[in-house]
């Protein structure tokens, strides 16, 4: 019998996921050659930042609680 459940991945630590907000907003800022538009492209920055600034947060939030 095959499973239906989607593979899931181990959760990340709050530092872990600051690295990879990091680079994937530096992905997404030098790539702005690779978007069909620069309203696609800032759409896309600004939604990287944003999850950069939370990943940020979170990480102080847990730092505080250690």
Known sequence: ???S???TR????PEE???RA???YLRVSRG????????EHQRA??????RLIAAREMTETAGAAS
């Open 1 to 3: 019998m095959v499973s």
């Open 5 to 7: 459940e989607v593979p």
């Open 10 to 13: 181990r959760p990340r630590s």
């Open 17 to 19: 996921e600051l690295e």
């Open 22 to 24: 990091m680079a994937d």
């Open 32 to 39: 702005g050659h690779l978007y069909a538009s620069d309203d």
């Open 45 to 50: 920055e600004e939604a990287a930042w944003g």
